[in-house]
């Protein structure tokens, strides 16, 4: 069966500092891909990115950065210089190939104060 | 482009009552999904459509829920003979053709059930 890991159940942090949402999943498919998403007070959860299993190259995105690693299973979410708008829940969550169905970890409240 | 809509956005209903929600995706995407997201935690996978076919059913989904999607485009999801546990936020999410794997999710229905 497919498990997220969100251990962070919240983090607080004062703005501009960098702070990292770690995610550890488990799935015995070989082929599969990862995600995050963010879900801000309104409630509407917001796509961040999308990885497949093949590609470990991480990724940044303006003040975003992930960390993907297959041998520990685990893809991390670094925001760099965090502001404000920055506070909300972020979730990792894990889909298999075929049908896309997410499962979704815990989620990590991110709260960062001026 | 519109988003994902849903209605209505907030229920109260008494323990016993059948509620319908309604889920509008993006036009032409041909994916739609249904999850529940409890208090803290992250959504749960309660069942998706290609087009107009129920394709998968999560064991959430007991025989009081019902989903349709009867011409491929809007969705609705019944509960009958609801119960206190019922109460939850219900997300629908859909995607497009070519990029099955990006969900987009609706702000939500709150269900309350006293």
């Known amino acids: 069966a497919q498990k997220v890991t969100q251990a962070q159940t919240e983090i607080s942090v004062v703005e501009k500092e960098d702070v990292t949402l770690d995610c550890v999943y488990e799935t015995r498919d070989t082929t599969y891909y990862l995600f995050w998403y963010k879900q801000p007070p309104s409630g509407e959860l917001v796509f961040l990115i999308r990885r497949n299993s093949f590609d470990e190259q991480n990724e940044i995105s303006g003040r975003y950065s992930w960390n993907f690693q297959k041998s520990t299973s685990s893809f991390n979410f670094t925001i760099t210089a965090s502001q404000v708008v920055d506070s909300a829940v972020y979730f990792c969550?894990?889909?298999?190939?075929?049908?896309?169905?997410?499962?979704f970890g815990a989620g990590t409240i991110l709260r960062v104060k001026s | 482009d519109t988003g994902v809509s849903q209605n209505p956005r907030h229920k109260i209903t008494k323990r016993g009552q059948n509620v319908t929600f309604r889920c509008d995706p993006i036009?032409?995407?041909?994916?739609l999904y249904w999850y529940r997201q409890t208090l803290g935690q992250g959504p749960e996978f309660l069942t998706y459509f290609q087009n107009e076919a129920q394709l998968e059913k999560s064991r959430l989904l007991s025989d009081r829920f019902s989903a349709e999607r009867p011409k491929g485009s809007f969705s609705t999801l019944e509960i009958q003979r609801t119960e206190q546990g019922d109460s939850a936020m219900y997300l629908c999410?859909?995607?497009?053709?070519?990029?099955?794997?990006?969900?987009?999710f609706g702000p939500g229905t709150r269900l309350t059930v006293t």
């Open positions: 969550a894990l889909s298999e190939v075929y049908g896309n169905k997410l499962v």
């Open positions: 036009s032409e995407h041909n994916r």
């Open positions: 999410a859909s995607s497009p053709r070519d990029r099955d794997y990006e969900q987009y």
